[in-house]
């Protein structure tokens, strides 16, 4: 009881001293401004994304999906990169249910676009694209069809060039009556909201920092040269590691960025980071994250910025 009340009271010491010393920079104030705004706006999409991310995991097994997908491997593909729009959650997500339908017999290369398309495109996405960009509907159209067009074209360059001999993880076999649909549900969200809400506050602080560490020179550099500016935010968007519902109000907090950078990054971010490589190659395995990954990163930065530069253009 003791240590409680000396705890209480040291926080509420520091706590005052801390906030004196935020209100007293303007460097500061600015970098905590951006942050709550980030965290603020984008906790109502994180939360949506998550309920709906337990109730697949509890209602929609991997087995009824690879049945429901066709047997030609052109037709399977189109199939998953447009059933990814039907199925919200975050890429944490997505990657465990691609190696369960990849594992099952289904067509690899539709599992693998599914992978890619479901994080990027669902409704979740695209609504809070569409309330961080207000007025700018061509950023929800152009994350949406690049975003899609990047998970076809890689479910096609798998399905000519893939070797199943690079998928060395097994997949292990879940027991049967193993948890109810609650115990499922709750301990999905559950991943997914650590998951998820941890990056969410890595990338928000990232944003502040960005705000207020970068000299403005710099930022005028980038918007000056629009390929330096797509590098860069592709390789943001990398080791960020951002979720996809949270991705597109840090994007939008880069004001001093034309929109096509940012675009990249919002297309680049749920096709491949460095969790997501982490999450193939325990998965999957490290002979196929070390081919799927870095295609991926060029594909949908090639793609993204294609589409950008018709939808959004360079301003």
């Excluded at 960005?210 to 390789?235: C, D, F, N, S």
């Excluded at 840090?250 to 971010?269: I, K």
Aim: net charge positive; proline share 6%.
């Amino acid at each position: 009881m003791h240590v409680l009340v000396v705890g209480m009271v040291a926080l509420a010491v520091f706590g005052t001293a801390l906030r004196g010393f935020v209100v007293g920079s303007a460097e500061l104030s600015t970098a905590a401004t951006v942050f709550s705004g980030i965290f603020v706006q984008a906790i109502p999409f994180l939360a949506l994304g998550i309920v709906i991310s337990g109730l697949v995991a509890a209602f929609v097994t991997p087995e009824r999906l690879t049945r429901w997908l066709p047997r030609r491997p052109a037709a399977a593909i189109l199939a998953a990169g447009v059933g990814g729009a039907a199925l919200p959650g975050c890429e944490c997500g997505s990657v465990p249910v691609a190696r369960r339908l990849f594992g099952d017999g289904a067509v690899g290369a539709a599992a693998l676009t599914f992978m890619l398309a479901a994080p990027a495109i669902n409704p979740v996405v695209l609504v809070a694209t569409a309330v961080a960009f207000p007025g700018q509907p061509q950023m929800v159209a152009a994350r949406c069809i690049a975003s899609l067009v990047t998970a076809l074209i890689m479910g096609a360059v798998w399905a000519r060039f893939g070797r199943t001999e690079w998928i060395t993880r097994r997949l292990p076999q879940p027991r049967d009556g193993e948890g109810s649909r609650w115990t499922v549900f709750t301990e999905a969200a559950r991943h997914d909201f650590l998951q998820a809400a941890s990056y969410l506050v890595i990338g928000a602080a990232a944003a502040a920092a960005l705000r207020v560490v970068v000299p403005p020179w710099m930022y005028e550099k980038l918007a000056g040269q629009i390929v330096l500016g797509i590098l860069t935010m592709a390789l943001l968007a990398v080791v960020l590691s951002l979720c996809s519902e949270a991705d597109a109000f840090v994007a939008a907090s880069l004001t001093m960025l034309p929109l096509l950078p940012r675009l990249v990054f919002l297309v680049v971010g749920p096709a491949v980071d460095l969790k997501l490589f982490a999450m193939q190659a325990g998965m999957f395995g490290r002979a196929f994250a070390l081919r799927f990954a870095p295609t991926t990163f060029v594909v949908a930065t090639l793609v993204a910025s294609g589409v950008g530069l018709l939808l959004v253009g360079t301003q």
